[in-house]
């Protein structure tokens, strides 16, 4: 069975618009950016203002996946690939797909949210081709994040990883493209997570993802960049030295 994604009240390249109609990338845009786990679903929840354009994977699955894949992705490292594939055609990555959406302004408004962008070569797009778009950029360390996906249980956190076996450790240090995310003490301790009582496959799996992403995104480069736009564009915002309720307040008073 073909897959199929609907972005309501958006079309992709259309048409001259209709009066009620604008290019996403002519709104004002407040634009979320990290990687999995920063925190973003929080902030997201202190824009309550305005309307949350459909997230990053609904894009990503009606713009650079189903072209490729009719049928589907449920891997994350899969999905990785096929959007990796789409960057070397668009540069400007999720950045480019969103900004080239025409949305109906009567559902939108005109300063919708949208969650998110990530890794430099999006944010660097979007703030010089879209100068109305402003951004709420989260960070959280690596093993951090890992914890917070063995905490979240979401059904997208997946992806194949083969059997953990008996030694968590080894299976850590097998992964590809583990040494240039994780240092050998935080793998150690990554490790010991199972005397938590978490399982080891779900450790293995959830390390997995972090790694892929950042083979793919640099959040460190994104919010370097991010913080030279000013604070009239950019918030910055750490989400382990605040708390969730910290966070919402200062996105509140930020936008």
């Not at 073909?2 to 259309?14: E, M, W």
């Not at 990290?34 to 902030?43: E, Y």
């Amino acid at each position: 069975m073909t897959a199929s994604v609907t972005l309501p009240f958006l079309r992709t390249q259309p048409p001259p618009p209709f009066s009620f109609e604008a290019s996403l990338g002519d709104l004002a845009l407040t634009v979320l950016v990290g990687v999995t786990g920063v925190g973003k679903s929080t902030a997201l929840g202190a824009l309550t203002g305005e309307r949350a354009l459909p997230d990053r994977r609904r894009v990503t699955d009606a713009v650079m996946i189903l072209p490729r894949a009719p049928q589907g992705v449920a891997d994350r490292e899969e999905r990785f690939r096929l959007t990796a594939e789409y960057r070397e055609a668009h540069p400007g990555g999720m950045a480019q797909a969103l900004g080239s959406l025409v949305g109906d302004t009567r559902h939108w408004g005109r300063r919708p949210v949208f969650d998110g962008l990530r890794g430099l070569d999006e944010v660097q797009y979007a703030a010089g081709t879209y100068p109305a778009w402003r951004f709420v950029a989260l960070g959280a360390p690596d093993a951090v994040r890992v914890r917070r996906l063995l905490g979240r249980a979401d059904s997208f956190d997946r992806v194949k990883t083969g059997a953990a076996g008996t030694d968590l450790r080894a299976a850590l240090d097998a992964l590809s493209g583990i040494a240039a995310v994780f240092t050998p003490p935080q793998l150690d301790a990554l490790a010991a997570l199972t005397d938590e009582g978490f399982a080891a496959a779900d450790v293995l799996a959830k390390v997995r993802i972090v790694v892929s992403e950042r083979r793919n995104y640099d959040p460190a480069a994104a919010e370097a960049f991010l913080a030279t736009l000013g604070p009239k564009r950019a918030l910055l915002l750490d989400t382990v030295a605040l708390n969730a309720a910290q966070v919402g307040q200062a996105v509140r008073a930020w936008a």
